[in-house]
């Protein structure tokens, strides 16, 4: 990878703060809050140079995270305490459309289709509370559930 510098085109001090403006939005750096901000990412971003020039820096590829997290499983199961006769029900979550977005990128949430056809969209952190990975999980859950009852 070429160093920073010799990428810039322009007016300098233009390009710098653009950059620097980058960087710290991706890393959530305030730079509004004075100090030396800037200049700690201008020797975050020549450190970064300096290692990779030397070997030491690689940039790994990355599947996506929901991939990662969940692999090729399709099949969740969610607790709906509506359903008084069999409250578990057996989510397909399918591959082409696992998940949406909502509030502009911020919250994530994955889609799917229980087996009487009804829509179900979860956020992954209801995970292991409300929806499970295996029927298991979710029956020791749901008679957790029952006893507080």
């Not at 070997?55 to 991939?67: A, E, M, S």
């Not at 607790?79 to 696992?98: A, C, G, K, L, S």
């Not at 295996?134 to 029956?139: G, I, K, S, V, Y």
């Amino acid at each position: 990878m070429e160093q920073v510098t010799e990428r810039l085109t322009g007016d300098y001090f233009d390009d710098m703060q653009k950059i620097t403006r980058h960087y710290a939005k991706s890393n959530n750096i305030d730079l509004n809050t004075g100090g030396n901000d800037f200049q700690d990412i201008i020797d975050k971003l020549s450190e970064y140079e300096t290692a990779e020039d030397e070997g030491r820096l690689v940039v790994l590829p990355c599947k996506n995270w929901l991939d990662i997290v969940f692999g090729e499983q399709e099949l969740f199961y969610g607790i709906d305490m509506d359903y008084i006769e069999n409250p578990i029900r057996e989510i397909t979550v399918h591959n082409e459309e696992r998940f949406t977005w909502y509030d502009g990128w911020k919250t994530v949430v994955l889609k799917g289709v229980d087996e009487n056809g009804l829509d179900w969209e979860f956020a992954p952190e209801e995970i292991g509370k409300t929806v499970f990975l295996t029927r298991d999980e979710a029956e020791k859950t749901l008679k957790e559930m029952e006893g507080k009852s």
